[in-house]
């Protein structure tokens, strides 16, 4: 199934860093020692009315069915795309039926347009913004620097639905300018979608930096 092997650049030295979570919600700990809420975190406020309004429409057991295996199926293609992006030549048999089948359906996006992966699955936090997270995928995709986020879902997306997507990866790219002096230009939302056709978002991080720095300034 392997059809590219990717080349890899190491333009800077990854962290980890240590997380916890009070009262549901996430925490980094940076170097520092002060603690920053996760990007996530911030960003689950954004929709939490819509949130309960469809959790009280669809009731709490059907509700948390559907987020249980939208959770599991997210964090399966991840890991196959990372696996898959580290060049494992096995990486087929880590992984389940149905997570293979949805990262098939991204496979020729990642083959075509990631040229060089500069990193993945990588911690990053943010003194300006005070939030941590991690970051999907940063390489080099369509010719640019550009922070990736990987998605699935159960259909497809219009693009006023994803709004979270767009400010959680320029929130990275800022991170990665400010912590590394790397300029990120573009982000770029790939959505795995069951029984559909994959889908491909590309955003200038200029156009979302002004959103991401008030959502993040005023949380």
Known sequence: MRSKYFE?????NEIELETETVDDQRYYKIPTGERYKSVTTVLSKLNSNQIAEWRNRVGHDVAQKISTQASRRGTALHKVVEDYLKNDDNFLDKHTPASIDLFSSIKDILDKRVEIV????FCLFSHHLKTAGRCDLFCKFDGLNTVVDIKSSSKQKRHEWIEN?????TTYAIMIAERHNINVPTIAIVIG????????FVERVK???WK???VFISS
């Open 212 to 214: 991401t720095r008030e």
């Open 193 to 200: 979608v069951e029984n559909g056709r994959p889908q491909v």
């Open 165 to 169: 997507y767009f400010i959680q990866a």
């Open 8 to 12: 890899h650049q190491h333009v800077f």
């Open 118 to 121: 500069y990193g993945q699955e």
């Open 207 to 209: 156009d979302w930096v």
